[in-house]
């Protein structure tokens, strides 16, 4: 009588049963947030570890006008490369096909149109780091392409899921004061979306949608926008150059709540916790219409500076 090899199906059946790695693949090495993310979803042994995605492959890219970009996307792709074994594909459409996912990470926000144009044609689930784009115009093509080719996606800034927003995020809050780094970036036609989105994105999370107009006063160490809600509410952000830390006010009926924290921008474990369960959900934590109103927010903003800190209604 032959020998029975029950541990071997055993083996193979709990290898079919296992849960398996969401394969994803970044568009974009310019940027310190792909050795970042890729170490907390790569490798097991660091304590910010985030099981269920794996980066498996990227797309170089690169902006040479942008010094911020020119400078670093060789280096963070050789680290990918060498450190992490990421394959590397020489256009967009190719690495598609080899993930189940995609990080667009180009720091540059003027390429994030037409990157993810090749990405939503590829019917690939999309997370698009800050900017989601350099203009309202392009935010909201990004968004009807995706809506037209049935493409779960969805874009934010690292401090919508900070202790320093959910800290002082209230169901009663009056009205929001912000503050944050906002150094500009010539290239981007809205100013504020290359770096003082971060803060953006902050008074959006404790304030909620609605705002209706946006005033801006601008010098060269910093800028002040102020913004009307339709119930009346005010929320307010102060971008600062050249940088600065985090913070926040919360002013609510019977108290006014305040946070600051220089550190509150390098905590990417809250992100990408909610991004491997997009990808494995195919649901946005949050809807995309509250990032394209920032868009609008700052396209507003944009134009009150351009008419010299006048209340603009957002588009």
């Known amino acids: 009588m032959p020998k029975m090899k029950l541990p071997v199906v055993f083996l193979l059946f709990g290898a079919v049963c296992a849960p398996a790695q969401i394969r994803l693949g970044i568009i974009g090495t310019d940027t310190s947030h792909v050795i970042a993310f890729t170490k907390i979803l790569n490798d097991p042994t660091s304590p910010d570890y985030v099981p269920g995605a794996r980066i498996v492959a990227a797309f170089k890219g690169g902006s040479p006008d942008v010094e911020s970009s020119s400078t670093r996307v060789d280096?963070?792709?050789n680290e990918l490369r060498t450190k992490w074994n990421v394959d590397?594909?020489?256009d967009i459409t190719a690495m598609c096909r080899k993930v189940d996912g995609v990080l667009l990470e180009s720091v540059d926000g003027r390429a994030h149109l037409g990157q993810a144009r090749q990405v939503?044609?590829?019917g690939k689930p999309l997370f698009i780091d800050k900017p989601l784009a350099s203009t309202l115009e392009d935010a909201r093509e990004i968004a009807r392409l995706a809506k037209q080719g049935g493409v779960p996606w969805f874009s934010a800034s690292s401090l919508r899921f900070s202790d320093i927003a959910t800290s002082v995020k209230f169901p009663d809050i009056q009205g929001a004061l912000v503050w944050g780094p906002g150094?500009?970036?010539q290239h981007h036609?809205?100013?504020l979306s290359w770096y003082a989105i971060h803060a953006v994105e902050l008074l959006y999370t404790l304030m909620g949608p609605g705002c209706q107009e946006a005033s801006r006063v601008y010098s060269p160490d910093a800028d002040v926008v102020v913004g009307?809600?339709?119930?009346?509410?005010?929320?307010s952000v102060r971008s600062l150059r050249?940088?600065?830390s985090f913070g926040a006010v919360a002013f609510r009926p019977n108290e006014k709540v305040a946070i600051s924290d220089p550190k509150a921008s390098d905590g990417y474990r809250p992100l990408l916790v909610e991004i491997v369960k997009f990808f494995e959900t195919k649901e946005p934590p949050f809807s995309n219409s509250i990032t394209l109103e920032m868009f609008a927010f700052m396209d507003a903003a944009q134009r009150s500076r351009e008419a010299g800190g006048a209340p603009m209604t957002l588009r």
Request: hydrophobic fraction near 40%.
């Open 189 to 191: 036609q809205l100013d």
């Open 242 to 244: 050249p940088y600065g």
């Open 88 to 90: 590397f594909f020489s």
């Open 183 to 185: 150094p500009i970036e």
């Open 228 to 235: 009307k809600w339709k119930d009346g509410r005010l929320g």
């Open 75 to 77: 280096k963070f792709a």
């Open 120 to 122: 939503i044609a590829a």
